[in-house]
Nanobody, 126 residues
Framework: QVQLVESGGGLVQAGGSLRLSCGAS????????VGWFRQAPGKEREFVAR????????SYADSVKGRFTITRDDAKNTVDLQMNSLKPEDTAAYYC???????????????????WGQGTQVTVSS
């Protein structure tokens, strides 16, 4: 079992930055693929970024590429999401999730992840 807790959400103006953190307990987070997803009201949950494998390989959704950076801190057992140049369309509840390195599902789908946090709200004002 892996318990995940997100923190760092809040209200920010367009163009600003936020840093989300996903803390893990129960297991070593570097043994898992860890993804960030988001869900805006009335919309489906969508993939944002992931870090996986021991070497920390990363992947990003096209909508955040160049603005968001996912990093893993093995010493702290956390995965952070640095979000820069935020836009109103980035407003959503953000969730971190952990799962096996290899699954039968595409990495950008929720089904590829087993453990989920409760989420943290990010609101970007225009």
């Amino acid at each position: 079992q892996v318990q995940l807790v997100e923190s760092g959400g809040g209200l920010v103006q367009a163009g600003g930055s936020l840093r989300l953190s996903c803390g893990a307990s129960g297991r070593t987070i570097s043994n898992y693929a860890v993804g960030w997803f988001r869900q805006a009201p009335g919309k489906e949950r969508e993939f944002v970024a992931r870090v996986w494998r021991r070497d920390g390989t990363t992947s990003y959704a096209d909508s955040v590429k160049g603005r968001f950076t996912i990093t893993r801190d093995d010493a702290k057992n956390t995965v952070d999401l640095q979000m820069n140049s935020l836009k109103p369309e980035d407003t959503a509840a953000y969730y971190c999730a952990a799962g096996p390195f290899y699954t039968g599902y595409a990495y950008y789908t929720s089904a590829s992840y087993t453990y989920w946090g409760q989420g943290t709200q990010v609101t970007v004002s225009s």
